[in-house]
């Protein structure tokens, strides 16, 4: 099954730039947008607005604020999101490749603290 955001969600995940060692999508949505279950590699989430989501794993549920202008550490996982703010939501994503990324855990969901 192909759980790639860009296929799952075209209309909030675009391709901005890829090679053979990263790829980095854009990511936005206006509050209410739910996103589609889809996996994440390894990567660098890049903030680029203020938000709030709810993030849903098969076993786990996480409400996060981002604050714009930081770049945070995200572990490889499949997951779904809520945008539960009143503003968009505005990311990039530095997806990585090869051995550097790890497949998606069903156990991990969100940002990594303090990263």
Excluded: C
């Excluded at 980095?24 to 949505?29: A, G, K, P, Q």
């Amino acid at each position: 099954m192909n759980l790639d955001p860009v296929t799952t969600n075209p209309e909030h995940y675009r391709l901005v730039f890829e090679n053979d060692r990263v790829r980095v999508l854009e990511y936005t949505d206006e509050p209410g947008t739910t996103t589609t279950p889809h996996d994440h590699p390894d990567s660098v989430m890049v903030t680029l607005t203020d938000f709030h989501r709810r993030l849903h794993s098969a076993d786990a549920q996480m409400d996060v604020a981002m604050v714009a202008g930081k770049a945070q550490w995200l572990p490889a996982q499949r997951h779904f999101g809520e945008n539960t703010g009143e503003t968009p939501t505005h990311v990039l994503l530095i997806e990585l490749k090869g051995a550097a990324a790890q497949p998606a855990d069903p156990t991990v969901l969100g940002p990594t603290p303090g990263s």
